[in-house]
């Protein structure tokens, strides 16, 4: 039976779990809208300022009109622990990962590393674990695998496999050669192999050579935080939505705000309400719905589209919505490398600026030692990765060189002379060598997304109040592949080693808050990412991850969005007949 509406899919986020299912609909013939809240912009937009970057956030929006408030933990003078929450706007801690036309998949790094088949039964391979909510996935890594084969394809991801003791399994080798890699891979190659390590490229989701209608990687230096100016990074739009639009049956209205998802007494979505570029109130209406704005973003939305039938926020009479939250775990480090120690060639090699050091460690994803003193005691754990980098950006470069001490060792500004010659230290007498740490952030009571009752953004909802409480196990394992990591830079060489563990987590790797699962009342979604009270709503960001893994998350984002376009598609189908 046809339905008279529009739309047949309405997408609410445009990012890397959005862009899959509005391209897959589109080319299979559905009339798609995508709605972003953020502005369109493209390659000509994006340029290599690091101050617009680093400083001014400008693709974000700014916290006096939208921000989160976050609970943190603290110690009264009884020493007894309590809640606190703190407004963004107060903090300065922007909890926003790109608000524009493909998200944060804009801003990402393009780290690429599958889960493993590990990783989608953590409760059956290592037990249960006090004070976390582990929980095995209702997918298998095998049912995962073609789809991250097709991510690798249809978004471009480039990289060179090397057999390794953690290597998944896969059905086909990268469809693009690896990028560029700076001397510095080679060091690590052999200091790795010298201590018995197993170094391995990095897979990046950059084009290695021009393909798609899009050109490869130009090398300047700046990709974590910064949008691709040549279109060579696999960012949702780049790779998939400007595709799906030039099929003609995707429309993408940007500066779209949603406030509410409406649903009729059955529990059935009638309408989605959205404010536009000038504050007023629009209405659509589709056959399917999906929702994919990151995982805070996507509860807080379904916590305020509350009706009759789910007083406490749509897909919600389990109240799953919003728990389980998910950051990752782990840690960062690094080593010097002063130049008065190391050959000219050395040297030369260190200063090339561009070409990715594109090297991780992964020997410790699956950890067995008896030393090792995790959650059970028993010396098993799943461990994570490692990944190596330089931090190229001048000004991130240069922090810290304002300040010197006085004579009686106290910090203090410095300018003139003496901050000259901080910043003459800094560029030319050494070079830091860093690694960040990715292990997995377990589920617990203590971290989830709710409504805050006081605070609102610019248009008068409520804003997502983000309790961020972590598992100590995760700073266990962080702290064990941290020491690993020195080791490798102590084969290097490096001095002033250092590396630091915290709970704090990194806002740009959240996932969780609508876990799917088979089971109704510990889960919003079922295995298809369909919500388990409401027949036309899909959840496809991160929100759906039980577990999240031991790395970045959004190719399994991307692959998981690729699984669930097919199974929409045959929703649709099945309803337009």
């Known amino acids: 039976m046809s339905l008279n509406t529009k739309y047949d899919i309405c997408i609410i986020g445009s990012g890397a779990g959005a862009s899959p299912i509005a391209h897959q609909l589109s080319l299979a013939g559905a009339k798609v809208l995508v ?47 309590f809640w606190h929450g703190e407004k963004t706007s107060d903090s300065g801690w922007s909890w926003w990962n790109g608000n524009v036309v493909g998200g944060s998949s804009n801003f990402m790094s393009g780290y690429f590393h599958r889960l493993k088949p590990i990783d989608f039964r953590l409760k059956s391979e290592f037990g249960t674990i006090k004070g976390a909510n582990v929980a095995d996935w209702p997918i298998s890594y095998e049912e995962l695998e073609p789809y991250y084969a097709k991510v690798e394809r249809e978004v471009g991801v480039s990289g060179r496999v090397v057999k390794h003791p953690h290597q998944e399994p896969r059905s086909s080798d990268f469809p693009y050669p690896p990028v560029a890699e700076s001397p510095i891979s080679s060091w690590i190659d052999k200091a790795a192999a010298d201590i018995g390590y197993h170094a391995i490229p990095v897979p990046r989701a950059i084009l290695s050579q021009p393909a798609m209608g899009r050109k490869s990687c130009e090398y300047s230096g700046y990709c974590s935080s910064y949008g691709c100016s040549s279109g060579a990074k696999g960012s949702g739009r780049a790779a998939l939505l400007n595709n799906a639009v030039a099929s003609g049956n995707c429309t993408i209205i940007s500066n779209a705000k949603v406030y509410n998802i409406a649903s009729d007494e059955n529990g059935k979505i009638t309408g989605v309400h959205y ?84 090297r991780a460690l992964q020997d410790w994803y699956q950890i067995s030692d008896k030393n090792f003193n995790g959650a059970n005691n028993d010396g098993q754990a799943k461990g994570g990765t490692i990944d190596f980098l330089f931090h190229q950006n001048p000004i991130a470069r240069s922090r810290g060189s304002q300040w010197g001490t006085d004579q009686n060792g106290n910090d203090q500004l410095i300018w003139g002379e003496a901050l000259k010659q901080n910043l003459k230290q800094e560029f030319t007498s050494y070079k830091t060598l860093r690694f960040e740490v990715f292990n997995d952030w377990l589920p617990t009571d203590d971290c989830f997304v709710s409504l805050d009752k006081e605070v609102t953004d610019q248009w008068g909802d409520p804003v997502a109040k983000v309790r961020i409480g972590y598992h ?92 669930v376009a097919d199974k929409i598609k045959a929703h649709w189908q099945s309803i337009t007949v």
């Open 35 to 81: 709605l972003e809240k953020g502005p369109w912009l493209t390659e000509k937009e994006f340029f290599k300022d690091e101050l617009t970057i680093s400083v001014h956030d400008a693709y974000n929006p700014k916290l006096i009109n939208e921000q989160h408030v976050i609970e943190e933990q603290y110690l009264d003078e009884n020493n007894k622990p």
């Open 275 to 358: 404010y536009d570029k000038i504050g007023r109130k629009k209405s659509v209406t589709a056959k399917i719905y999906v929702v994919a704005c990151q995982a805070v973003e996507t509860s807080r939305l379904l916590l305020s589209s509350s009706s009759k039938k789910f007083p406490n926020g749509l897909a919600n009479n389990s109240g799953q919505v919003g728990k389980n939250l998910l950051f990752t775990g782990g840690g960062v480090g690094e080593g010097d490398f002063n130049y008065a120690d190391l050959t000219t060639e050395k040297v030369n090699q260190l200063k090339v600026v561009g070409p990715f050091i594109n």
């Open 472 to 563: 100590e196990h995760d700073l266990k394992v962080g702290e064990y592949l941290s020491q690993k990591a020195e080791k490798l830079l102590e084969a290097l060489g490096a001095s002033n080693i250092s590396s630091s563990v915290s709970g704090s987590p990194s806002t740009n790797l959240m996932a969780g808050g609508c876990r799917f699962g088979n089971d109704p009342k510990t889960s919003v979604l079922n295995k298809d990412c369909r919500a388990h009270e409401v027949d036309n709503l899909y959840v496809t960001d991160g929100s759906f991850m039980p577990t999240g893994g031991s790395v970045p998350y959004t190719f399994t984002i991307y692959a998981n969005a690729f699984r």
